[in-house]
């Protein structure tokens, strides 16, 4: 089949709408909190609008996915957004937020459903692997850009000042409430998923014949898979990892402002940014460690210095909580990958299922974000976020229970080297 650059290049660009659209909503809490006069546990309920999505139609969607095809997906999962993103923006309530997260939520998830295999056909199987490692750090860019196009938003459309006169500031000034700033994000959101839609109907997808690990499987096969233990005991590290990715991400800006009197608007969006930026550094890095080390020591050692970084970011002083959560971040970045490759390497079958019940998982981060929230209006943000030590625990554990059918392969520090630059050996 012929390979097309141009539609790995429209993948990549799907990588980053998702993540820019998918991971503002951490610098967006504090903001939404003083906007609609939010509890903690109310403001909780926003990220689980968004991520129970994920749980409601991750299997669904890879079943529409063999009806349908690629290109019908696609577009419907940006239609979706498109219009969870213009409720928002023109009517901006707390019960409009909930309804237009869950929508965007559904879209994001179809979408994540149907790239891969997309990319897979359009850059090669050979080079599947490389392109799908670009692909996370498209989506960690987009992760780290976002928290800065929100602060200059805000700063340029909040406040007392005049609204600017011209350009997209004074078309947005226009539209947006002036005691709303970042109401505007959504109106850049509506935007950019609309021309998402017109790209999509202009450009010729390639035919994406499934493989067996990519398909949505039988019913039957979810039954069979649902009577194995470790499907379970997957499934439940999936949900543990995106909640604490979550339960950080969404409440780093939050904590800040109450424990460090930092600014959410421009030190707590910083601290967001540069927590998804070290978890996309962190990605490369264990790229290398995990074709030296077994994925289980990599998995236990990272999961503890993640522990150590999220207690001294809940003790430290403001210095110090700021950059020990933003290594959360970079301790947090092979977790997701290691557990999935570990899962789908216990089984013998049926991956294709396995991976619809992996990502069904995602509702953690519904979840443990809104368990959080609750946590923090009960007894205080700082105790609230110390349930992330029982999801980083869990996920520990994994390293330690963990026996995989097959086990990923390593080589010597000086073969990598070799390998990375291209000489023989002597």
Known sequence: MKRSMGIVLLVFLIFFVISFITNILGPLVPDIIKGFSLSLTLAGFLPFSFFVAYGVMSIPAGFLLDRFGQKPILIAAFVLALVGSFLFASMPTFT????????????????????????????????????SVMGQLVFGAASFLSPHVYSYLVANLGGNDPAPGDGILGLLARVVPSELPWVSLYWVFTVVTLAMIVVLFAIRLPKVELKEDERAGSTASYFELLKNRYVWLFFFGIFAYVGSEQGVANWVS???ETYHGLDPQVEGARAVSYFWGLLTAGCLLGLVLLKLIDARKVLVAFTAASMVSLGIALVGSTHVSYVAFMMVGFFLSVMWSVIFSLALNSVAEHHGSFSGILCTGIVGGAVVSALVGWLGDQVGLRVGMT?????????????????PLIDNATVSPG??????????AD
């Open 96 to 131: 409009v937020a909930l309804m237009s997260l869950f929508m965007i939520g559904i879209g994001m998830t179809m979408l994540q459903v149907a790239i891969n295999p997309l990319l897979r056909v359009a850059g090669g199987e050979e080079n599947f692997a490389f392109y």
């Open 254 to 256: 939050r904590f800040l």
């Open 387 to 403: 349930v992330l030590f029982v999801t980083l625990g869990y996920i520990l554990s994994i390293g330690l229970w963990a026996k």
């Open 415 to 424: 073969e990598l080297l070799r390998s990375l630059t291209g000489r023989k």
